[in-house]
T-cell receptor, first 118, second 114 residues
Framework: DAGVIQSPRHEVTEMGQEVTLRCKPI?????LFWYRQTMMRGLELLIY????????DSGMPEDRFSAKMPNASFSTLKIQPSEPRDSAVYFC????????????????FGPGTRLTVL | AQKVTQAQTEISVVEKEDVTLDCVYE???????LFWYKQPPSGELVFLIR??????QNEISGRYSWNFQKSTSSFNFTITASQVVDSAVYFC???????????FGTGTRLKVLA
C-alpha cells in the first residue's frame, strides 16, 4: 500500500514567492496533519483536519500560511509570501480517528518537503 | 499539562551493544497513548509502536523492546545488539484521550558505531 505522499520533496525559492506543498494521505484515513520540523523548535503541529474539515489551526504561525483539504485524498499547505524563517522540513501525516469514541490511532508520516527560502 | 521528556540528547554506542532510550511523560488523563517513532538520516518519520495506558505489558519485536511503567510514567525503548542501521533520531510521543494532538519529545539521537 502506498504511504503518505508529499510533493515536492525539495523546494528552493526566493523570499516573497508563493510556495505550495502537497499531500496525499493514506486511503481510508480520515485525519490529516501538517507539521513543521526545525532544529530550534523540533516538530510543531501546524493544522489538523478531520473528515476534510480544519479542526485546529492554532499552530499556523501567521496569516501567510494557509491550508486546504478539498477532498479526502488531497491537501495543500500554502505560504504566501514566503520568508527565510519559513525554511524547514514540512511533514504531512495521516491517521484514522474516531473523535466520537476518542480513539486516536498512530499517525503515518510522509517523507517530508524540505523548503529553503533564500 | 501534557509533557514528554527525552533527557538523553545523544547516545553513542558500539555495534552489538544494547542501548536504552528513556521517555518520561506527564499527563493527568487516565486514558492516553504512547508512541515511538524513528527518524533515520533520510528524514522520514517511521512509526514503531503504539501503546495505550491500560496495557502495561512489555512488548518485544525482534531486537526492539519497550518497557511501559505507569508507576514511573516511563515508556523506555531498548535496542538489543545494536546495528549501524539503528542510527537515527528516536522520538517518543504522547496523545491523550479527548485530543488528537501528539506531544513529541525532543528526540534522542542514537549513533551506532561500527
Amino acid at each position: 500500500d502506498a504511504g503518505v505522499i508529499q510533493s515536492p520533496r525539495h523546494e528552493v525559492t526566493e523570499m516573497g514567492q508563493e510556495v505550495t506543498l502537497r499531500c496525499k494521505p493514506i486511503s481510508g484515513h480520515n485525519s490529516l496533519f501538517w507539521y513543521r520540523q526545525t532544529m530550534m523548535r523540533g516538530l510543531e503541529l501546524l493544522i489538523y483536519f478531520n473528515n476534510n474539515v480544519p479542526i485546529d489551526d492554532s499552530g499556523m504561525p501567521e496569516d501567510r500560511f494557509s491550508a486546504k483539504m478539498p477532498n479526502a485524498s488531497f491537501s495543500t499547505l500554502k505560504i504566501q509570501p514566503s520568508e527565510p524563517r519559513d525554511s524547514a522540513v514540512y511533514f504531512c501525516a495521516s491517521s484514522s480517528q474516531d473523535r466520537g469514541l476518542r480513539s486516536y490511532n498512530e499517525q503515518f508520516f510522509g517523507p517530508g518537503t524540505r523548503l529553503t527560502v533564500l | 499539562a501534557q509533557k514528554v521528556t527525552q533527557a538523553q540528547t545523544e547516545i553513542s554506542v558500539v555495534e552489538k551493544e544494547d542501548v536504552t532510550l528513556d521517555c518520561v511523560y506527564e499527563t493527568r488523563d487516565t486514558t492516553y497513548y504512547l508512541f515511538w517513532y524513528k527518524q533515520p538520516p533520510s528524514g522520514e518519520l517511521v512509526f514503531l509502536i503504539r501503546r495505550n495506558s491500560f496495557d502495561e505489558q512489555n512488548e518485544i519485536s525482534g531486537r526492539y523492546s519497550w518497557n511501559f511503567q505507569k508507576s514511573t510514567s516511563s515508556f523506555n525503548f531498548t535496542i538489543t545488539a545494536s546495528q549501524v542501521v539503528d542510527s537515527a533520531v528516536y522520538f517518543c510521543a504522547l496523545c491523550t484521550s479527548g485530543t488528537y494532538k501528539y506531544i513529541f519529545g525532543t528526540g534522542t539521537r542514537l549513533k551506532v558505531l561500527a
